[in-house]
């Protein structure tokens, strides 16, 4: 036993010095956060006059035209009586309301917990429990609230350790956990991947994550920040590979 400590302790610290070796070469992709209020929360409002950056199967959001809508969600919220720190749940289907919410809900100074439209009402029931959320917005939820809330005032209520959004796991090993997001973290993370992936104005990805997974955080903020487009896969199209293959050649997936 003390032979198999040795060698596992050994196994560690060697994979330990390896990523401090990787990371101490890669300083540009670690960047010290400003304080957030500096700038939109992800930020991705960089470009007001740029193209279409959010595309699902019925339309597209101009920058403006996002910047907009998630302003008027977060007035919307705060009016509700939404506080800091506190979940909002999103239960939609694959369209760009959803990142308008999600934006807004960040200017708000809440996170918000992502359901899957399919889940069964059970889980819901108790993920909706469980995270104690404010409340539950849908699709038609932030199209009224746009329209309720037409001429918001821009607003940005979170921090660097204010909470951007909690995501329950699969439940496999027993009841789903949430697990929370400070947006000190999530910033980090876009950053990086925008730096990883070399992301510009000119890049097009498309989002085949499902929102209700991690995956999706990686699809759909980086490119935002780049002032790229995000093209949101139909349900139909991310379950068929022709299908898909089809759909990223039309838009000319980058």
Known sequence: QGSQYRDLRSGFEALLAQMKKTLSKTPE???ILKEIG???PLPIIAKPNA???VTDSEGSYTYAELDQASDAVAAWLIGQGVAENSFVALRMGRVKEFVAAAIGIHKAGAAYVPIDADYPEDRVSYMLEDSQA???MTEETVRQAVKDSADAQ???RAGPDTLAYMIYTSGSTGRPKGVMIPHRALT???HFIASRWGL????RIACHSNFAFDASVEDLYPVLTA???LFIVPEEVRRDVEEMRRYLKANAIS
């Open 38 to 40: 500096e700038i939109s």
């Open 29 to 31: 992709l670690l960047p």
């Open 227 to 229: 002032g790229g487009e």
């Open 154 to 156: 821009p607003v940005l």
């Open 51 to 53: 193209g279409m950056p």
């Open 200 to 203: 510009t104005e000119k890049s």
């Open 188 to 190: 980090n993370f876009v």
């Open 134 to 136: 404010a409340l539950l």
